[in-house]
Structure formats: structure tokens, C-alpha cells
């Protein structure tokens, strides 16, 4: 059982910055591609950011390149997300997740541990 864990989410105006954290318990955390998404009311969830197992290959959405940064650390089993120059439409909930394959993925249906999510929330 792979368990994942999101923190560091909060409130914040416009043009701050904040830091997600996902933590992952397992001992394979360091065999899975994580994937950030993010999901606002009435919305689909849709993707954010990727990274590979190595942390060798990322990936960002068209909103998330150049504001957002994602990385990992595998000897603390944690994903971060690294959110600068937030705007109000950014407000959502963050999910991480976990794929498989260790290539990291902008398809949700690749992944398969999900968190439940930390709620951002950007005000003008």
C-alpha cells in the first residue's frame, strides 16, 4: 500500500509564493514518476507538473512553465512544488500522485496513488 501525503498548501495574495510537499510512504517511492494536478470547483482536475523517478526529466503545463518548479527527494520519499508568481485562477486544490512507470505523465489516468489534496487559495 502506497500512501501519499500533501502539505503546504494556504491562503496567499497575488504574486506570493508557496511550497507543496508530498511525502510518500513505501519503500519504492524512489521507482514512481510523480505528478502534480490541481482541481477548481466546477472543474476537471487537470495537470501541473511531472517529474521521472530519477528527477531527471520534468514536465509543466502551459500555466505552471516558468511559475512553478517541481523536484523530489528520494531519500525523504517527498515531492515538492515550488509555486511562484501565484495568480487568483491558480486556486484550487493540489493533488500528488504516483505512476508506475517512473516516467512522470501530464495523464491523469497513468497514475495510480493519488493524496488528498491541499487546498491553495489565492486572493487579488
Known amino acids: 500500500q502506497v500512501q501519499l501525503v500533501e502539505s503546504g498548501g494556504g491562503l496567499v495574495q497575488a504574486g506570493g509564493s508557496l511550497r507543496l510537499s508530498c511525502v510518500v510512504a513505501?519503500?519504492?517511492?524512489?521507482?514512481?514518476?510523480m505528478g502534480w494536478f490541481r482541481q477548481a470547483p466546477g472543474k476537471e482536475r487537470e495537470f501541473v507538473a511531472a517529474i521521472s523517478w530519477s528527477g531527471g526529466s520534468t514536465y509543466y503545463s502551459d500555466s505552471a512553465k516558468g511559475r512553478f518548479t517541481i523536484s523530489r527527494d528520494n531519500a525523504k520519499n517527498t515531492v515538492y512544488l515550488q509555486m511562484n508568481s501565484l495568480k487568483v485562477e491558480d486556486t484550487a486544490v493540489y493533488y500528488c500522485?504516483?505512476?508506475?512507470?517512473?516516467?512522470?505523465?501530464?495523464?491523469?489516468?497513468?497514475?495510480?496513488?493519488w493524496g488528498q489534496g491541499t487546498q491553495v487559495t489565492v486572493s487579488s
Open positions: 513505501g519503500r519504492t517511492f524512489r521507482m514512481y514518476g
Open positions: 500522485a504516483a505512476d508506475r512507470t517512473g516516467r512522470g505523465s501530464g495523464s491523469p489516468a497513468s497514475y495510480v496513488y
